[in-house]
């Protein structure tokens, strides 16, 4: 089967070098790919949404699977056009994808559902978004209802700042018509953890559970970014839990997809908040994350390509994937400056010198005469496995401290909260 990867990110890197595994895999394809895919797979050259080109590519090299990566790629409706050819995707409809795209479509899914979620408001005008503040007293998590890029969630500390972030996106439009709608939601307390499934349209089948690392600095202090690294498995969410959460959030949503005619099929992203008042759900992605995608595929002991093209085909029935018992750390190498302004275009040494069982994903990089240069905010991750989530992370940092480049930059604290939890089973 040829398998055509869209997306250019770490993520996909991630997805392209789990594919090159499979012996059911005849050739790799990316859209657009990035230099590090170049080296192992085909680049095609077309960008992740350019619809109408990817589905001429998927029909003349007769493409078996498309994978789809971004939500970019998700909203501009790739899988509604490679549907009806019967070729498989994997990734939803684009309205199935609103579960990501819209966040006020999310929430009204959620209670429809019955999926518990923090209580929100839906504003279209700043005006009465920042009157509610004002009689609330009272800080709020603002969301715009669009994709931001992942900068479209704002947590202040206060009502001045909550009237403060409403403005940043209703009134300087930071992200654009994407905060055209917000939504004002109350904020809770707990653990952060993210859970990915494979979604069939009926079906869900859990994959291991990660944390990532969402501010750009270490002790979650600074900026939100794409992701600064993350980790799997997590010692506060463990198998019950996620039992439990299939029941209660994932299975339910998709189900209540299905129903209103809208199946979805694809990886669904559940970031829960785990507190003292049990399991809520933050948001969804239509989607792997990123880069919890880089730190569970590695610890994948199975084919991937059999489970997305069951879950492409609906045939999820039975599948059951094994994981391996390492646990695994990744580190974000970013440039200095990221996510505000960044310089690129530095060399990139030591990547040939990575230790077996360290991978480096690569998101932001360029080919130069004498090797990779950086091309980006994020650059690497990195990411090490180990017998344990000591050994990985110690394995990663050992790993990083071998890689350079001019402002290379990172947290420092990944995982760290994990060292004092229980061994692996
Ligand atoms: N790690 C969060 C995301 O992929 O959006």
């Known amino acids: ?148 890029k992942g900068k479209g969630t704002l947590v202040p500390r206060d009502a001045d700042e909550t009237l403060e972030c409403i403005d940043t996106l209703m009134l300087r439009k930071t992200v654009g018509a994407a905060a055209d709608r917000i939504v004002l939601e109350e904020k809770i307390e707990g653990r952060e953890v993210s859970l990915m499934a494979l979604v069939d349209g009926e079906r869900v089948v859990a994959l291991p559970p990660a944390c990532d690392y969402k501010r750009a600095l270490d002790d979650d202090k600074g900026p939100n970014t794409g992701g600064m690294g993350g980790y799997s498995p997590v010692s506060f969410f463990n198998e019950d839990d996620v039992t439990r959460a299939v029941d209660t959030v994932l299975r339910p949503v998709a189900r209540v997809l299905q129903e209103e005619g809208t199946p979805y099929r694809g990886c669904l992203y559940a970031g829960l908040m785990v507190g003292s008042s049990g399991v809520q759900v933050l948001e969804f992605n239509a989607r792997f994350g990123d880069p919890e995608a880089q730190v569970v595929l590695p610890r994948l002991a199975d084919d991937l390509m059999p489970l997305l093209e069951a879950a492409a085909r609906g045939e999820l ?37 990575l230790e ?41 940092y050992r790993n990083v401290d071998r890689i350079s480049f001019h402002g290379v930059t990172c947290r420092r604290d990944l995982a760290l909260r994990e060292l004092g939890a229980p061994a692996l089973p």
Request: aromatic letters at 8%.
């Open 1 to 148: 089967m040829k398998v055509l990867i869209v997306g250019s990110g770490a993520r996909e890197h991630a997805l392209t070098w789990k594919a090159l595994q499979s012996p059911l895999t005849d050739a790799v394809y990316c859209a657009p790919g990035s230099a590090a895919t170049a080296s192992i797979a085909i680049n095609s050259g077309l960008q992740a949404t350019d619809v109408e080109g990817i589905a001429r590519f998927v029909a003349e090299r007769d493409i078996g699977l498309t994978v789809i990566g971004p939500e970019a790629a998700v909203d501009a409706g790739l899988a509604d056009r490679l549907g009806p050819s019967g070729r498989l995707v994997f990734g939803p409809t684009r309205a199935a994808g609103r579960i990501e795209s819209s966040k006020a479509f999310a929430k009204s899914l959620m209670a429809r559902a019955g999926v518990a979620t923090p209580a929100y408001r839906v504003f279209e005008d700043p005006a009465s978004a920042k009157d509610y503040v004002r009689g609330e007293r009272r800080a709020f998590v603002v969301k715009a209802d669009g994709l931001a």
């Open 356 to 396: 077996p069982g360290v991978f480096a994903f690569h998101a932001g990089t360029s080919a130069g005469a004498g090797g990779y240069l950086t091309a980006g905010g994020r650059v690497l991750t990195l990411v090490a496995l180990g017998d344990s989530i000591a050994e990985a992370r110690d394995r990663a």
């Open 317 to 353: 029935g039975g599948v059951k994937p094994s994981w391996s018992r390492q646990a695994s750390v990744g580190v974000v190498l970013a440039s200095r400056g990221y996510p505000g302004t960044y310089q690129t275009g530095y060399p990139i040494s030591g990547l040939g010198t």
